[in-house]
């Protein structure tokens, strides 16, 4: 082959590597939700199918296996509460193909309020209502907005409401429960509208009585970072892409 015959053929090949389709992931996930979820996986800008998992009973620790669209980029879950004694979210998602684990609390989470805008809350101006879980095309609907509007920041939590039971803080009691496999680490989480709690016994976002923005749209990633991975990733440009299926 000559030298411009092998010129024009480099770009074949490099598109032929660079084109090769994603593979699915195995998930193995652990959540319970105060009151309402669905489980969806995604893209950046909607859900690419049908919810994988749902719930709508605190006390019970939901355990789901799945297996991820090659177009997923992030696990979604929908969540809403029925305004009264607590409200919070506590997971540990883990996916089986790439021996990465995602836990409430840490810093691959984020979050957002659809209820606060008129873009994704139907109701408006009226708040979003209790015991109420959005459609699949209410989610599609926020997750393109939220995303195209730089709307996710992080969930917020509360010192000791973790799920071990040998911190000092003990939601084992009340309002919540010890869940066997979700690990110890993982927090219960909300999102934090500033409206405090109208609970005395639990502090903001976990109290009851207030309507934290929701209904709320929690995310990950599917290429969860290990710990210090984000060091990593800022030392070599090259680490930041997405990783290579074979």
């Avoid at 459609?135 to 000791?160: C, F, R, S």
């Avoid at 979700?182 to 405090?196: C, R």
Wanted: negative net charge.
């Amino acid at each position: 082959m000559n030298r411009r015959a092998l010129r024009l053929a480099l770009p074949v090949l490099a598109g032929a590597v660079l084109t090769t389709p994603a593979m699915a992931d195995n998930w193995e996930m652990y959540i319970t939700v105060d009151n309402y979820f669905d489980v969806y996986f995604g893209t950046g800008i909607s859900t690419t199918g049908a919810a994988v998992g749902s719930g709508n009973s605190w006390p019970t620790e939901y355990f789901f296996t799945a297996v991820s669209s090659p177009l997923t980029s992030y696990v979604y879950i929908v969540t809403s509460s029925d305004l009264a004694v607590a409200q919070g979210l506590i997971a540990d998602f883990r996916n089986v193909t790439t021996n990465q684990n995602a836990l409430s609390g840490d810093g691959n989470w984020a979050v957002f309020p659809a209820g606060a805008y008129a873009a994704t809350n139907p109701f408006w101006p009226a708040p979003w209502p209790a015991n109420t879980i959005a459609t699949q095309a209410m989610v599609d609907n926020a997750i393109n907005y939220a995303t195209n509007n730089g709307l996710w920041v992080t969930p917020t939590g509360a010192p000791g409401y973790d799920n071990d039971p040998t911190t000092p803080t003990a939601p084992f009691a009340y309002p919540w429960a010890y869940y066997p496999n979700i690990d110890p680490s993982a927090q219960w989480v909300w999102y934090d509208s500033g409206n405090g709690s109208l609970n005395p016994g639990i502090p903001a976002p976990l109290g009851g009585g207030v309507n934290h923005d929701e209904f709320l749209i929690f995310r990950i990633p599917v290429d969860v970072p290990a710990p210090g991975a984000c060091v990593l990733l800022g030392l070599g440009g090259l680490a930041a892409g997405r990783r290579k299926r074979d």
